[in-house]
């Protein structure tokens, strides 16, 4: 009777041992390889894992080329967030570049890609350009647009080319009992006709079959066939299980293809800025066992000044209060929604407001020129906000933030001590910052605290200058009214007054028009109804919701 994966005694190698195993697993390998001419697709992260089945993949290429074999591409993906631990990402580039020399002199189909977020994707751009929060629990927006798109969106353009593709992961049963199950799950399927070839279904990504080839290997068995096999691309696997001991014990970060897939955010090696976690442990140990990584430290602090989460209990509740101020009281778009607990009544918080943003864009700005003084030279050149990064955040606050004062060259000037390099923008006789500080200014003096009114003026000009040179203005008056609505409010009391009485009596109307209410729906809306009449009395935030973390993460 054998013994289950995660028996402590249990290893993949314990039947044939270490080398019958390999061999075994090369040879179905290459089994599978010809069985069809469907291209192959491997995940690399630079990580034990999948460091472990590129290696099988590779010695496998190496017999069918002496054999005369190989007939098809096998493409190494890896997909770079633009914000991951430096670290991590410089390994894993010099990797790919080892891998690219190692397959033509090798003479392997092999074609090593490194694949990043669209702009439009990326983190910055949406943190400091749209404004939205930093990724949480219950707003993980992060992981599609970083990972989970470039990855796909390769294999997709692959399939709609070849017909099909094979993804070979190194997913592992080991990993956790959830892991273990999703495996089986797919296994199992009725969809999975390749059963016998040791390959399941995909739950994202039709017409891709998943091949694990250590799906039943250990941690240890991993850590033990790396450090007994050298590496067919000439990178050293010593110096791999050196890095992972530079930091906390965890599991590597994943290739991502679905949610099921366990994020960086609970992994090893993460994003720099992840906030999926209450510390970052990983960066945290790398500089604490390593003097000569101190110039990550800004790193670190970038990601403790958006992050939520705190073991501490009053640390975190902080964070919570910090992270309301920082944030408009309506939605991305303008609209006003009301979260209701049993703990009280209160507004969602929508995107950053424009202050904070400038104010992260000096921060990040001041982390890079930290990290390239302090750092060694293969990060002198490294750029946390890239020129095509922030030219997409300016054109977002200018066109759809309408905040024309155009702050964002300024900004770059005073951090870098040089000009912007981005595009020169014509000067404008009224939107230009001379004229729109003075419009700040004239706001400020009548009792415009919290600047809604400058900013429903600034929209209502911008929105005019739009449209100054059509001769049809067709969309001038609705884009006006829609502008008015948004900013109809001369603070975050008067919009929270407004939502929560308006909810109140949209909850009373339901329960006086519709005859078929249950006694139990009857009686949650009159609770609703008395929690909003409780809490439209508070000004500001509830500081009773953010106390017992009854918090939405919407935008």
Request: glycine share 4%; net charge negative; hydrophobic share 35%.
């Amino acid at each position: 009777m054998s013994l289950p994966v995660n028996s402590p005694s249990y290893s993949a190698f314990n039947k044939q041992g270490l080398k019958a195993t390999v061999a075994s697993t090369i040879a179905h390998i290459k089994k599978l390889y010809l069985s069809d001419q469907i291209p192959w697709v491997i995940g690399y992260s630079g990580g034990k894992d999948s460091t472990a089945v590129l290696q099988l993949v590779w010695s496998a290429l190496q017999e069918l080329r002496k054999e005369g074999q190989c007939h098809k591409d096998v493409h190494v993906i890896s997909t770079d967030t633009l914000v991951e631990n430096p670290i991590v990402a410089m390994w894993v580039e010099k990797s790919l570049e080892r891998m690219l020399e190692a397959k033509q002199q090798q003479d392997l189909p092999i074609k090593p890609h490194r694949l990043t977020p669209d702009v439009k994707d990326r983190f910055w751009v949406n943190l400091i350009g749209k404004g939205y929060p930093a990724p949480r629990y219950k707003f993980r927006w992060c992981t599609d647009r970083l990972k989970i798109a470039p990855s796909n969106n390769f294999i997709n353009k692959l399939v709609d080319k070849r017909g099909e593709a094979i993804l070979v992961l190194g997913t592992r049963k080991a990993e956790s009992t959830t892991r273990a199950a999703t495996m089986e799950h797919y296994e199992n399927i009725e969809t999975n006709t390749r059963r016998a070839d040791g390959l399941t279904a995909n739950g994202t990504l039709d017409r891709v079959w998943v091949y694990p080839p250590i799906a039943d290997w250990t941690n240890d068995d991993v850590w033990v066939y790396l450090n007994s096999v050298s590496n067919p691309w000439n990178f050293p696997n010593q110096d791999l299980m050196g890095m992972y001991q530079g930091a906390t014990e965890g599991g590597e970060c994943p290739l991502v293809v679905d949610k099921s897939t366990q994020s960086c955010g609970d992994s090893r090696f993460g994003c720099y800025i992840c906030t999926m976690v209450s510390e970052d442990k990983s960066m945290s140990a790398m500089i604490a066992n390593d003097e000569e990584k101190e110039w990550m430290y800004p790193l670190l602090a970038l990601r403790n000044e958006i992050d939520v989460n705190d073991a501490d209990h009053g640390k975190k509740l902080s964070k919570l209060r910090r992270d309301k101020s920082r944030r408009d009281f309506r939605r991305m778009n303008g609209s006003l929604t009301v979260h209701i607990t049993k703990n009280g009544a209160d507004l969602v918080p929508g995107p950053y407001v424009q202050s904070f943003r400038e104010e992260l864009l000096e921060k990040v700005l001041i982390a890079q020129v930290a990290v390239q003084e302090m750092g060694p030279v293969e990060v002198k050149n490294l750029e946390l906000l890239p020129l095509e990064e922030l030219e997409e955040i300016r054109r977002i606050w200018l066109e759809e933030k309408l905040e024309v004062e155009d702050n964002l060259p300024a900004i770059y000037q005073k951090i870098m001590g040089k000009p912007y390099p981005g595009s020169r923008r014509a000067h404008h006789p009224i939107l230009n910052k001379t004229v729109l500080d003075k419009l700040k200014t004239f706001c400020a003096e009548n009792n415009d605290d919290e600047g809604l009114m400058y900013q429903q003026i600034r929209a209502a000009m911008v929105i005019a200058n739009r449209h100054k040179s059509q001769l049809r203005r067709a969309n001038l008056a609705a884009e006006l009214t829609d502008s008015l609505e948004k900013g109809a409010f001369s603070s975050l009391d008067e919009a929270k007054t407004f939502a929560l009485e308006r909810k109140r009596l949209e909850l009373q109307i339901q329960y006086d028009n519709s005859p078929n209410l249950s006694e139990r729906e009857k009686e949650s809306i009159n609770e609703q109804i008395a929690i909003i009449t409780r809490s439209v009395k508070e000004r500001g935030y509830s500081s009773l919701l953010i106390e017992t973390e009854a918090v939405s993460d919407d935008i």
